[in-house]
């Protein structure tokens, strides 16, 4: 049975720890799909600071942008994070509306398979307005992100300082 679930908070909110909590309840062996792309050293120390922190009953899958390409049938399936993956397809096409459409494409093309789907991610847009056009730009594409795949599944969680608060 096909089984969508959505965690979200801002940064630190403790996402990820509760996400990986989660997935180790619900399987002895989920896919930990890591959709961050490397951009510099810092970035690749907290990346690494992530691996370390889980376990070998984990398969790791890193994949920037092409979740489908993965099978991950009958299997709990961890994706952190939707932000990160947002970026990588803004990096390269920076027209919101394309963007959108292709990771909501995407989105549904790699929830079609029969499996637990915990998706992480980050609400950005809780804070001001940004004076920088790109950043208000990908805040737009993040937030109707977000809507879409909270729309799509079944549970969403927020995170508030390591608590989370379940809202749907």
Not at 36 to 61: C, M, Y
Not at 63 to 86: F, M, Q
Request: proline share 1%; charged share 25%.
């Amino acid at each position: 049975m096909k089984r969508i679930i959505l965690i979200t908070g801002g940064q630190r909110s403790g996402k990820s720890t509760y996400a990986e909590n989660m997935a180790l309840q619900l399987s002895s062996h989920p896919i930990y799909m890591a959709t961050a792309h490397i951009w510099d050293e810092e970035f690749r120390k907290r990346v690494d600071l992530h691996k370390e922190r889980r376990g070998s009953e984990w398969q790791n899958i890193e994949e920037e942008k092409i979740l489908s390409r993965h099978s991950v049938a009958h299997r709990v399936v961890l994706i952190d994070c939707v932000t990160l993956w947002c970026t990588n397809f803004f990096m390269q096409e920076n027209d919101v509306q394309k963007c959108l459409q292709t990771i909501k494409d995407e989105f549904d093309r790699f929830t079609a398979q029969e499996a637990t789907f915990i998706f992480v991610t980050n609400e950005i847009g809780m804070g001001e307005v940004s004076q920088n056009r790109l950043q208000r730009k990908f805040t737009d594409l993040q937030g109707w992100v977000n809507q879409y795949i909270a729309q799509k599944a079944d549970e969403v969680y927020v995170l508030f300082s390591g608590i989370p608060l379940r809202i749907k």
